[in-house]
Protein backbone atom coordinates (compact mmCIF):
# COMPACT_ATOMS: atom_id res chain seq x y z
CA UNK A 1 0.00 0.00 0.00
CA UNK A 2 2.83 2.11 0.95
CA UNK A 3 5.40 3.00 -2.45
CA UNK A 4 9.02 4.77 -2.09
CA UNK A 5 8.00 8.06 -2.65
CA UNK A 6 5.72 7.57 0.58
CA UNK A 7 8.21 5.27 3.04
CA UNK A 8 10.61 8.43 1.47
CA UNK A 9 8.11 11.24 3.05
CA UNK A 10 7.35 9.19 6.26
CA UNK A 11 11.24 9.14 7.04
CA UNK A 12 11.43 13.12 6.08
CA UNK A 13 9.31 13.19 9.07
CA UNK A 14 10.73 11.19 11.70
CA UNK A 15 7.77 8.78 11.94
CA UNK A 16 8.46 4.60 10.94
CA UNK A 17 6.45 2.79 8.19
CA UNK A 18 5.02 0.86 11.39
CA UNK A 19 3.89 3.80 13.01
CA UNK A 20 1.48 4.69 9.79
CA UNK A 21 0.83 1.26 10.03
CA UNK A 22 -0.85 1.39 13.27
CA UNK A 23 -2.75 4.68 12.47
CA UNK A 24 -3.93 3.08 9.33
CA UNK A 25 -5.57 0.25 11.51
CA UNK A 26 -6.58 2.80 13.95
CA UNK A 27 -8.99 4.13 11.59
CA UNK A 28 -10.39 0.90 10.91
CA UNK A 29 -10.67 -0.18 14.18
CA UNK A 30 -11.49 3.20 15.74
CA UNK A 31 -10.83 3.59 19.72
CA UNK A 32 -12.75 2.13 22.91
CA UNK A 33 -14.83 4.21 24.77
CA UNK A 34 -13.72 4.60 28.55
CA UNK A 35 -15.12 2.34 31.30
CA UNK A 36 -16.06 4.63 34.02
CA UNK A 37 -17.16 4.32 37.46
CA UNK A 38 -18.65 7.59 38.66
CA UNK A 39 -18.00 11.24 37.57
CA UNK A 40 -15.32 13.02 40.03
CA UNK A 41 -17.31 15.04 43.13
CA UNK A 42 -16.47 16.98 46.49
CA UNK A 43 -15.51 14.21 48.65
CA UNK A 44 -15.86 11.97 45.65
CA UNK A 45 -12.19 12.50 43.98
CA UNK A 46 -12.15 16.36 43.93
CA UNK A 47 -11.08 18.18 47.05
CA UNK A 48 -12.21 21.73 47.87
CA UNK A 49 -9.85 23.02 50.73
CA UNK A 50 -10.73 25.39 53.43
CA UNK A 51 -9.20 28.49 54.38
CA UNK A 52 -6.60 26.96 57.08
CA UNK A 53 -6.06 24.24 54.29
CA UNK A 54 -5.48 27.02 51.42
CA UNK A 55 -2.97 29.01 53.55
CA UNK A 56 -0.81 25.92 54.36
CA UNK A 57 -1.21 24.83 50.97
CA UNK A 58 0.52 28.30 50.28
CA UNK A 59 3.26 28.08 52.64
CA UNK A 60 4.12 24.73 51.49
CA UNK A 61 4.20 26.16 48.21
CA UNK A 62 6.33 29.26 49.00
CA UNK A 63 8.79 26.80 51.39
CA UNK A 64 9.27 24.74 48.22
CA UNK A 65 9.89 27.47 46.01
CA UNK A 66 12.74 29.02 48.41
CA UNK A 67 14.49 25.53 48.73
CA UNK A 68 15.46 26.42 44.73
CA UNK A 69 13.58 23.78 43.18
CA UNK A 70 13.18 25.23 39.11
CA UNK A 71 9.41 25.57 38.10
CA UNK A 72 8.23 26.23 34.53
CA UNK A 73 5.51 27.61 33.27
CA UNK A 74 4.17 26.16 30.05
CA UNK A 75 1.95 27.86 27.73
CA UNK A 76 0.33 25.77 24.72
CA UNK A 77 -0.23 28.74 22.22
CA UNK A 78 0.30 27.44 18.57
CA UNK A 79 -3.62 28.20 18.04
CA UNK A 80 -4.59 30.64 15.64
CA UNK A 81 -7.07 32.97 16.35
CA UNK A 82 -9.14 32.26 13.19
CA UNK A 83 -11.78 30.85 15.35
CA UNK A 84 -12.41 33.73 17.34
CA UNK A 85 -13.55 35.56 14.50
CA UNK A 86 -16.07 33.09 12.92
CA UNK A 87 -18.57 35.28 13.09
CA UNK A 88 -16.41 38.21 11.96
CA UNK A 89 -15.56 36.31 9.00
CA UNK A 90 -19.04 35.41 8.05
CA UNK A 91 -19.90 38.98 8.13
CA UNK A 92 -17.10 40.26 5.22
CA UNK A 93 -19.03 37.41 3.05
CA UNK A 94 -22.51 37.88 3.53
CA UNK A 95 -25.22 39.37 1.24
CA UNK A 96 -26.00 42.43 3.90
CA UNK A 97 -23.57 45.21 4.63
CA UNK A 98 -24.82 46.33 8.05
CA UNK A 99 -24.73 44.56 11.15
CA UNK A 100 -27.73 42.23 11.31
CA UNK A 101 -26.90 39.39 13.52
CA UNK A 102 -26.56 39.57 17.40
CA UNK A 103 -23.20 39.06 17.33
CA UNK A 104 -22.91 41.82 14.81
CA UNK A 105 -24.37 44.43 16.41
CA UNK A 106 -22.87 43.67 20.15
CA UNK A 107 -19.35 43.91 17.91
CA UNK A 108 -20.51 47.10 16.88
CA UNK A 109 -21.77 48.62 19.67
CA UNK A 110 -18.97 48.29 21.62
CA UNK A 111 -16.06 48.37 19.21
CA UNK A 112 -14.35 51.34 21.90
CA UNK A 113 -14.23 48.93 24.19
CA UNK A 114 -11.67 46.27 22.75
CA UNK A 115 -8.27 47.11 23.86
CA UNK A 116 -7.11 46.76 20.14
CA UNK A 117 -9.48 49.42 19.47
CA UNK A 118 -6.71 51.94 18.81
CA UNK A 119 -4.54 50.18 16.51
CA UNK A 120 -7.57 49.49 14.50
CA UNK A 121 -8.39 52.93 14.28
CA UNK A 122 -4.96 53.60 12.75
CA UNK A 123 -5.05 50.51 10.29
CA UNK A 124 -8.39 52.10 8.99
CA UNK A 125 -6.98 55.65 8.71
CA UNK A 126 -4.28 54.32 6.61
CA UNK A 127 -5.73 51.88 4.26
CA UNK A 128 -9.01 54.13 4.02
CA UNK A 129 -8.23 57.57 4.58
CA UNK A 130 -11.04 57.52 7.21
CA UNK A 131 -11.37 56.37 11.17
CA UNK A 132 -13.53 53.80 12.45
CA UNK A 133 -16.24 56.40 13.82
CA UNK A 134 -15.88 57.84 9.92
CA UNK A 135 -16.81 54.28 8.38
CA UNK A 136 -19.52 53.81 10.73
CA UNK A 137 -21.00 56.70 9.95
CA UNK A 138 -21.20 56.30 6.02
CA UNK A 139 -21.91 52.35 6.81
CA UNK A 140 -18.85 51.17 5.74
CA UNK A 141 -18.84 48.33 8.54
CA UNK A 142 -17.32 45.81 6.63
CA UNK A 143 -13.82 48.29 5.89
CA UNK A 144 -13.90 48.35 9.94
CA UNK A 145 -13.65 44.32 9.78
CA UNK A 146 -11.79 44.01 6.68
CA UNK A 147 -9.04 46.18 8.47
CA UNK A 148 -8.92 43.80 12.01
CA UNK A 149 -8.78 40.53 9.77
CA UNK A 150 -6.89 41.11 6.61
CA UNK A 151 -2.79 40.89 6.40
CA UNK A 152 -2.68 44.65 5.43
CA UNK A 153 -4.24 45.30 8.48
CA UNK A 154 -4.05 43.84 11.98
CA UNK A 155 -4.33 40.78 10.27
CA UNK A 156 -6.04 38.97 13.60
CA UNK A 157 -7.34 36.33 11.63
CA UNK A 158 -3.82 34.70 11.37
CA UNK A 159 -2.06 35.84 13.57
CA UNK A 160 -2.03 33.31 17.01
CA UNK A 161 -4.50 34.35 19.87
CA UNK A 162 -1.31 34.81 22.06
CA UNK A 163 -0.33 38.23 20.78
CA UNK A 164 -3.83 40.12 19.68
CA UNK A 165 -4.51 43.07 22.08
CA UNK A 166 -6.92 41.45 24.91
CA UNK A 167 -6.67 44.43 27.45
CA UNK A 168 -6.03 47.63 28.29
CA UNK A 169 -3.76 49.21 30.87
CA UNK A 170 -2.96 52.93 31.27
CA UNK A 171 0.29 52.25 30.05
CA UNK A 172 -0.73 50.75 26.55
CA UNK A 173 -2.46 47.15 25.56
CA UNK A 174 -1.13 44.09 26.75
CA UNK A 175 -1.41 40.70 24.96
CA UNK A 176 -2.11 37.43 26.30
CA UNK A 177 1.43 36.25 25.89
CA UNK A 178 1.95 38.95 28.39
CA UNK A 179 -0.25 38.30 30.56
CA UNK A 180 1.43 35.02 31.12
CA UNK A 181 4.54 36.52 31.59
CA UNK A 182 3.14 38.46 34.78
CA UNK A 183 1.52 35.27 36.08
CA UNK A 184 5.00 33.76 35.70
CA UNK A 185 6.43 36.27 38.04
CA UNK A 186 3.87 36.19 40.46
CA UNK A 187 3.80 32.49 41.46
CA UNK A 188 6.02 30.70 38.99
CA UNK A 189 9.53 32.64 40.23
CA UNK A 190 12.20 31.28 41.57
CA UNK A 191 15.52 32.00 42.46
CA UNK A 192 14.91 35.60 41.28
CA UNK A 193 14.06 33.82 37.74
CA UNK A 194 10.83 32.82 35.72
CA UNK A 195 10.56 30.45 33.44
CA UNK A 196 7.88 30.54 30.52
CA UNK A 197 8.04 28.33 27.60
CA UNK A 198 5.90 28.73 25.10
CA UNK A 199 4.31 26.19 22.19
CA UNK A 200 4.14 28.03 19.28
CA UNK A 201 3.67 27.13 15.38
CA UNK A 202 6.37 27.43 12.70
CA UNK A 203 4.97 30.37 10.68
CA UNK A 204 4.34 32.16 14.05
CA UNK A 205 7.98 31.39 15.53
CA UNK A 206 9.75 34.65 14.29
CA UNK A 207 6.85 37.32 15.26
CA UNK A 208 6.56 35.59 18.99
CA UNK A 209 10.51 35.87 20.24
CA UNK A 210 10.17 39.59 18.15
CA UNK A 211 7.41 40.74 20.46
CA UNK A 212 8.80 38.51 23.79
CA UNK A 213 12.03 39.93 23.26
CA UNK A 214 10.20 43.98 23.07
CA UNK A 215 8.45 43.46 26.38
CA UNK A 216 10.42 41.08 28.13
CA UNK A 217 12.59 43.70 29.84
CA UNK A 218 9.78 45.92 31.28
CA UNK A 219 8.08 42.71 33.47
CA UNK A 220 11.54 41.89 34.36
CA UNK A 221 11.93 45.35 35.01
CA UNK A 222 8.40 45.64 37.28
CA UNK A 223 8.92 42.76 39.06
CA UNK A 224 12.44 42.37 39.51
CA UNK A 225 13.23 39.08 38.23
CA UNK A 226 14.70 37.77 35.32
CA UNK A 227 13.10 36.07 32.39
CA UNK A 228 14.03 32.81 30.60
CA UNK A 229 11.57 32.08 28.22
CA UNK A 230 11.59 29.46 25.60
CA UNK A 231 9.88 28.24 22.58
CA UNK A 232 9.62 24.87 21.02
CA UNK A 233 7.35 23.85 18.00
CA UNK A 234 4.92 20.62 17.79
CA UNK A 235 7.04 18.11 16.27
CA UNK A 236 6.45 17.21 12.66
CA UNK A 237 6.66 12.99 14.04
CA UNK A 238 4.10 13.51 15.80
CA UNK A 239 2.28 14.32 12.76
CA UNK A 240 -0.79 11.95 11.71
CA UNK A 241 -1.78 10.64 8.57
CA UNK A 242 -4.94 11.19 7.13
CA UNK A 243 -7.93 8.56 5.63
CA UNK A 244 -10.53 8.40 3.22
CA UNK A 245 -13.98 7.15 4.51
CA UNK A 246 -12.35 3.71 3.36
CA UNK A 247 -9.65 4.10 5.80
CA UNK A 248 -6.47 3.83 2.81
CA UNK A 249 -4.36 6.66 2.93
CA UNK A 250 -6.04 9.79 1.98
CA UNK A 251 -3.98 11.69 -0.70
CA UNK A 252 -3.18 15.31 -2.19
CA UNK A 253 -3.26 16.15 -6.02
CA UNK A 254 0.24 15.37 -6.57
CA UNK A 255 -0.08 11.81 -5.28
CA UNK A 256 1.76 12.60 -1.36
CA UNK A 257 0.41 11.33 1.84
CA UNK A 258 -1.67 14.15 3.61
CA UNK A 259 0.17 14.49 7.19
CA UNK A 260 -1.86 16.50 10.10
CA UNK A 261 -0.95 17.96 13.05
CA UNK A 262 -2.11 15.17 15.69
CA UNK A 263 -3.70 17.62 18.33
CA UNK A 264 -2.38 18.89 21.51
CA UNK A 265 -1.13 15.33 22.88
CA UNK A 266 1.61 15.63 20.68
CA UNK A 267 3.04 18.33 23.03
CA UNK A 268 3.68 15.42 26.22
CA UNK A 269 6.66 15.46 23.49
CA UNK A 270 7.76 18.83 24.67
CA UNK A 271 6.66 18.76 27.60
CA UNK A 272 9.19 15.57 28.48
CA UNK A 273 12.24 18.18 27.12
CA UNK A 274 11.85 20.47 29.61
CA UNK A 275 14.42 20.23 32.45
CA UNK A 276 11.81 21.28 35.78
CA UNK A 277 10.80 19.73 39.21
CA UNK A 278 7.63 22.04 38.62
CA UNK A 279 5.11 22.41 35.33
CA UNK A 280 2.52 24.73 35.30
CA UNK A 281 -0.05 24.27 32.52
CA UNK A 282 -2.23 26.61 30.75
CA UNK A 283 -4.19 27.85 27.85
CA UNK A 284 -2.86 30.94 26.80
CA UNK A 285 -6.09 32.83 26.15
CA UNK A 286 -7.24 31.50 30.05
CA UNK A 287 -5.56 35.24 31.32
CA UNK A 288 -7.02 38.18 33.27
CA UNK A 289 -6.01 41.85 34.06
CA UNK A 290 -4.08 42.80 37.16
CA UNK A 291 -7.23 44.04 38.44
CA UNK A 292 -8.62 40.03 38.80
CA UNK A 293 -5.02 38.19 39.07
CA UNK A 294 -4.75 37.96 42.94
CA UNK A 295 -7.94 35.11 42.87
CA UNK A 296 -5.57 32.92 40.43
CA UNK A 297 -2.28 33.55 41.54
CA UNK A 298 -4.04 32.54 44.80
CA UNK A 299 -4.95 29.05 43.71
CA UNK A 300 -2.13 28.36 41.85
CA UNK A 301 -0.38 28.55 44.87
CA UNK A 302 -2.85 26.32 46.45
CA UNK A 303 -2.24 23.57 43.96
CA UNK A 304 0.94 23.60 43.54
CA UNK A 305 1.38 23.49 47.35
CA UNK A 306 -1.00 20.31 47.57
CA UNK A 307 1.11 19.02 44.63
CA UNK A 308 4.32 19.05 46.74
CA UNK A 309 3.18 17.90 49.66
CA UNK A 310 1.80 14.81 48.20
CA UNK A 311 4.74 14.81 46.04
CA UNK A 312 7.05 14.53 49.69
CA UNK A 313 4.48 11.57 51.13
CA UNK A 314 5.16 9.23 47.91
CA UNK A 315 8.83 10.20 47.39
CA UNK A 316 9.30 9.24 51.42
CA UNK A 317 7.10 6.18 51.03
CA UNK A 318 9.77 5.28 48.13
CA UNK A 319 12.63 5.96 50.18
CA UNK A 320 11.27 3.57 52.86
CA UNK A 321 10.42 0.81 50.46
CA UNK A 322 13.74 1.06 49.09
CA UNK A 323 15.68 0.43 52.17
CA UNK A 324 13.70 -3.16 52.42
CA UNK A 325 13.19 -2.53 55.88
CA UNK A 326 8.86 -2.54 56.53
CA UNK A 327 6.47 -4.31 58.19
CA UNK A 328 2.66 -5.04 57.18
CA UNK A 329 1.38 -1.68 58.90
CA UNK A 330 3.72 1.14 57.08
CA UNK A 331 2.51 -0.68 53.44
CA UNK A 332 -0.96 -0.75 54.85
CA UNK A 333 -0.38 3.20 55.50
CA UNK A 334 0.65 3.37 51.90
CA UNK A 335 -2.13 1.72 50.31
CA UNK A 336 -4.50 4.08 52.18
CA UNK A 337 -2.38 6.69 50.80
CA UNK A 338 -2.44 5.24 47.28
CA UNK A 339 -6.34 4.99 47.52
CA UNK A 340 -7.51 7.94 49.91
CA UNK A 341 -5.37 10.53 48.70
CA UNK A 342 -4.02 9.94 44.95
CA UNK A 343 -7.36 8.39 44.52
CA UNK A 344 -6.30 5.04 42.70
CA UNK A 345 -8.06 1.49 43.74
CA UNK A 346 -7.36 -1.91 43.25
CA UNK A 347 -10.16 -4.17 43.71
CA UNK A 348 -8.45 -7.06 44.66
CA UNK A 349 -5.45 -5.73 46.80
CA UNK A 350 -5.95 -7.91 49.86
CA UNK A 351 -5.41 -11.01 47.49
CA UNK A 352 -1.61 -9.44 47.34
CA UNK A 353 0.94 -11.37 49.19
CA UNK A 354 3.59 -8.28 50.92
CA UNK A 355 6.47 -9.31 48.43
CA UNK A 356 3.50 -8.48 45.25
CA UNK A 357 2.29 -5.78 47.34
CA UNK A 358 5.69 -3.71 46.86
CA UNK A 359 5.88 -3.83 43.40
CA UNK A 360 2.47 -2.70 42.98
CA UNK A 361 2.65 0.10 45.86
CA UNK A 362 6.29 0.85 43.99
CA UNK A 363 4.90 1.29 40.26
CA UNK A 364 1.75 3.49 41.52
CA UNK A 365 3.95 6.08 43.84
CA UNK A 366 6.73 5.76 40.97
CA UNK A 367 4.94 8.00 38.58
CA UNK A 368 4.81 11.80 37.50
CA UNK A 369 2.04 13.07 39.13
CA UNK A 370 -0.12 16.40 38.86
CA UNK A 371 -2.58 18.31 40.66
CA UNK A 372 -5.85 19.45 38.29
CA UNK A 373 -7.81 23.07 39.25
CA UNK A 374 -11.34 21.81 38.70
CA UNK A 375 -14.00 24.33 38.60
CA UNK A 376 -17.89 24.06 39.29
CA UNK A 377 -19.86 22.83 36.03
CA UNK A 378 -21.38 26.03 33.97
CA UNK A 379 -22.21 24.65 31.01
CA UNK A 380 -18.93 25.43 29.11
CA UNK A 381 -17.93 23.02 26.68
CA UNK A 382 -14.99 20.66 27.64
CA UNK A 383 -13.80 17.70 29.63
CA UNK A 384 -15.01 16.53 32.91
CA UNK A 385 -13.10 14.95 35.60
CA UNK A 386 -14.13 11.00 36.35
CA UNK A 387 -13.21 8.09 38.55
CA UNK A 388 -12.53 5.51 35.40
CA UNK A 389 -10.64 2.45 34.92
CA UNK A 390 -7.73 1.74 33.07
CA UNK A 391 -6.01 -0.71 30.89
CA UNK A 392 -4.51 -2.88 34.47
CA UNK A 393 -7.80 -2.89 36.30
CA UNK A 394 -7.63 -0.47 39.05
CA UNK A 395 -9.82 2.90 38.91
CA UNK A 396 -8.36 6.62 38.94
CA UNK A 397 -8.99 9.60 38.40
CA UNK A 398 -8.92 11.25 35.12
CA UNK A 399 -10.01 14.02 32.72
CA UNK A 400 -12.45 12.80 29.70
CA UNK A 401 -13.78 14.51 26.57
CA UNK A 402 -17.05 13.85 25.37
CA UNK A 403 -15.40 11.98 22.47
CA UNK A 404 -14.19 8.94 24.97
CA UNK A 405 -17.54 8.10 25.99
CA UNK A 406 -20.21 6.24 24.93
CA UNK A 407 -23.28 7.92 24.12
CA UNK A 408 -25.21 4.94 23.71
CA UNK A 409 -24.42 4.19 27.39
CA UNK A 410 -27.46 6.20 29.48
CA UNK A 411 -25.75 5.66 32.32
CA UNK A 412 -22.92 7.03 31.08
CA UNK A 413 -24.34 10.01 29.25
CA UNK A 414 -25.97 11.12 32.59
CA UNK A 415 -22.66 10.82 34.38
CA UNK A 416 -21.08 13.22 32.04
CA UNK A 417 -23.85 15.65 31.77
CA UNK A 418 -24.79 15.90 35.40
CA UNK A 419 -21.15 15.93 36.13
CA UNK A 420 -20.47 18.70 38.89
CA UNK A 421 -17.25 19.74 37.31
CA UNK A 422 -15.29 20.37 34.66
CA UNK A 423 -11.75 20.53 33.25
CA UNK A 424 -10.53 24.27 32.36
CA UNK A 425 -7.40 23.00 32.03
CA UNK A 426 -5.41 24.38 35.12
CA UNK A 427 -2.74 22.03 35.81
CA UNK A 428 0.29 21.77 37.72
CA UNK A 429 2.89 18.44 37.19
CA UNK A 430 5.73 16.91 39.08
CA UNK A 431 8.04 15.40 36.18
CA UNK A 432 10.77 13.79 38.10
CA UNK A 433 11.18 10.79 40.09
CA UNK A 434 12.04 10.07 43.97
CA UNK A 435 16.11 10.27 42.82
CA UNK A 436 15.73 13.39 41.19
CA UNK A 437 15.38 11.66 37.90
CA UNK A 438 12.95 12.80 34.88
CA UNK A 439 10.48 10.45 33.68
CA UNK A 440 10.11 9.53 30.44
CA UNK A 441 6.45 10.89 29.61
CA UNK A 442 5.59 9.31 26.27
CA UNK A 443 6.08 5.83 28.71
CA UNK A 444 2.61 7.02 30.42
CA UNK A 445 0.22 7.47 27.74
CA UNK A 446 -2.66 5.05 26.98
CA UNK A 447 -2.61 4.65 23.18
CA UNK A 448 -6.13 3.54 23.05
CA UNK A 449 -7.80 7.15 23.94
CA UNK A 450 -6.90 8.56 20.79
CA UNK A 451 -9.63 10.03 18.75
CA UNK A 452 -11.36 10.51 14.85
CA UNK A 453 -12.68 12.81 13.40
CA UNK A 454 -14.03 13.90 10.16
CA UNK A 455 -12.75 16.87 8.11
CA UNK A 456 -12.22 17.89 4.68
CA UNK A 457 -9.34 19.15 2.26
CA UNK A 458 -10.35 20.83 -1.01
CA UNK A 459 -13.91 19.48 -0.42
CA UNK A 460 -12.80 16.23 -0.24
CA UNK A 461 -13.80 14.20 3.20
CA UNK A 462 -10.97 12.63 5.22
CA UNK A 463 -10.90 11.07 8.61
CA UNK A 464 -8.17 12.54 10.71
CA UNK A 465 -6.48 10.98 13.69
CA UNK A 466 -6.09 13.04 17.24
CA UNK A 467 -3.16 11.84 19.66
CA UNK A 468 -4.58 11.39 23.38
CA UNK A 469 -4.94 14.45 24.30
CA UNK A 470 -2.39 16.05 26.52
CA UNK A 471 -4.77 16.56 29.68
CA UNK A 472 -6.55 13.16 28.92
CA UNK A 473 -4.81 10.06 27.06
CA UNK A 474 -1.61 11.70 27.44
CA UNK A 475 -1.39 11.69 31.27
CA UNK A 476 -3.92 8.65 31.62
CA UNK A 477 -0.99 6.95 34.06
CA UNK A 478 0.08 10.00 35.85
CA UNK A 479 -0.92 10.23 39.58
CA UNK A 480 -3.75 12.58 39.26
CA UNK A 481 -5.82 14.57 42.41
CA UNK A 482 -8.44 17.29 41.46
CA UNK A 483 -8.78 20.17 43.65
CA UNK A 484 -11.80 22.71 43.35
CA UNK A 485 -10.95 25.63 42.32
CA UNK A 486 -13.08 29.44 41.90
CA UNK A 487 -14.70 29.93 38.36
CA UNK A 488 -13.06 33.65 38.30
CA UNK A 489 -10.43 31.58 37.82
CA UNK A 490 -11.21 30.54 34.54
CA UNK A 491 -12.07 32.78 31.87
CA UNK A 492 -11.02 31.96 27.82
CA UNK A 493 -11.71 34.17 25.03
CA UNK A 494 -13.18 31.92 22.58
CA UNK A 495 -14.75 34.24 20.31
CA UNK A 496 -14.17 38.46 20.02
CA UNK A 497 -16.63 39.30 21.59
CA UNK A 498 -16.16 37.24 24.69
CA UNK A 499 -13.24 40.18 25.72
CA UNK A 500 -16.45 42.67 25.86
CA UNK A 501 -16.86 39.95 29.40
CA UNK A 502 -15.92 42.33 32.51
CA UNK A 503 -13.39 40.18 33.12
CA UNK A 504 -11.57 41.26 30.30
CA UNK A 505 -12.37 45.09 30.50
Known sequence: MLSQQDLKQIAEKGITEQQINVQLEEFKTGFPFLKLEAAAAIGKGIVAPDPQEKEKMIEAWNEYKAAGNKIVKFVPASGAASRMFKNMFAFLTADYDVPTTDFEKTYFDNIEK???????????????????????AKGDYKAVVANMLNADGLNY???????????????????????HLVEGALYAASNGEANVHFTVSHEHMALFEKKVEEKKDGYAQKYGIKYNISF?????????????????????????LLFRPGGHGALIENLNEIDADVIFIKNIDNVVPDRLKQETVDYKQVI?????????????????????????????????????????????????EDAELVIYLRNK????????????????????????????????????????????????????????????????????????????????????????SSKSKNGKELKALELPGLWNGAMSDWNTIFVEVPLGTFNPVKTVNDLLREQHQ
Do not use: W
Not at 114 to 136: P, Q, S
Not at 310 to 332: M, P, R
Not at 387 to 400: A, E, M, P, R
Open 157 to 179: GQLPKGLLLFHNYPEGPRTPMEE
Open 114 to 136: FAFYNALNEKCVENCGADIKALI
Open 232 to 256: SEQKPSTDTVAANPDNTPFRTEDGK
Open 304 to 352: AGVLVTLQKKAFDYLKVLDTGNYDHEQLEEMIRFVQRDLCCRKSDIKLL
Open 365 to 452: LNRPMRVCGVVKNVGEPGGGPFLTYNQDGTVSLQILESSQIDKSNAEYQKMFTEGTHFNPVDLVCAVKDYKGQPFDLPKYVDKTTGFI
